[in-house]
């Protein structure tokens, strides 16, 4: 079909059928996001007034430490609640959903026919502004769905994971026995915002090693050891066989509660919402100064400090000037 040929978008439908937990609706308003749809605006207005209710916990670690099995066991935990539960598998890397994702899809089938479960897998696809950008607003929409916890799970322990975990509540660090090198990567960044470490795959030996590691490296310094600040739990997992996902739930729930207790869920839900309202306001002036190269105003400006009569930095300035009354007083 032809965008020409293509009925209008029905957003408030859409939202409307999302919120009765209609997976269809679900994905196809985070297709809408995810795609910087021309609808973008007015989804995300739709949005808002439902949002801002659930839990969102990142959970990100080395390739092969067992995220993927890790989050189904953690799933069929909450679900043994009645929790609905949103997932959301991002590949900072990877241009497309490759080979991981796919073997994530297997180990979560187990939850695929449960409508209260929603799976969706992100990657970069080098789409507008990438995942940074993306994963708030597809979390807006399962939030808005009604998922009472949602997870944000990342591959790897680079600058990437780091930004995205920065998106939850709480963020749970995977590692493994004898993934030293997991460790010192995880040195570069997501040390330092783990709020919960998980020590996965305890059946094998080292597992009390890479504990005591990390609880030396925790001793080091650094933002955990400031006054008031939180304690991170370190919590030991064999995921395979769902041991010790009670655990890290209740570890997870501690902080949650703590966050609650002392403002900092509110500051750190802000911190969030004041980077996206940034980075939003950012690519719309961007877009804006786009216009202004090889413009009318632009190429007076230029003759006038061609001439000597201006100097470029008042030019400049008078450029922003006009920009800025040219966009009236929207703010
Ligand atoms: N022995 C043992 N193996 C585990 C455990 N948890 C996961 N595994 C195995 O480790 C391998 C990787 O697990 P995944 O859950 O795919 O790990 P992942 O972190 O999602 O991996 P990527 O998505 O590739 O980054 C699989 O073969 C799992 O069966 C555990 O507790 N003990
Ligand atoms: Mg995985």
Known sequence: MTAAGRQ?????????????????????????VEDASPVLREVAAALAPHTGRAQVIGLTGAPGVGKSTSMSALVSAYRAHEVRIGVLAVDPSSPFSGGALLGDRVRMQEHATDDGVFIRSMASRGHLGGLAWATPQALRVLDAAGCDVIFVETVGVGQAEVEIAALADTTVLLLAPGMGDGIQAAKAGVIEIADVFVVNKADRDGADQT???????????????????????????????????????????????WMAGNGELDRRRRAR????????????????????????????????????????????????????DDRGPQV
């Open 8 to 32: 209008p978008i029905d957003v408030p439908g859409l939202v409307q059928r999302a919120r009765e937990g209609q997976a269809r609706a679900v994905a196809r308003l985070i297709s809408l």
């Open 273 to 324: 919402a004041a980077a996206e309202i940034e980075a939003i306001a950012v690519s719309a002036m961007r877009e804006q100064f786009r216009d202004v190269h090889g413009s009318a105003s632009l190429d007076k400006l230029a003759a006038e400090v061609a001439a000597g009569t201006t100097d470029p930095y008042a030019a400049a300035d008078r450029l922003v000037g006009e920009l800025a």
């Open 211 to 257: 504990v005591r590691d990390l609880r030396y490296m925790l001793s080091l310094g650094g933002p955990h050891s400031a006054a008031g600040a939180w304690r991170p739990e370190i919590v030991r997992t064999v995921a395979v066989r769902a041991e010790g996902v009670a655990d890290v739930i209740a570890a997870i729930d501690k902080h949650c509660a």
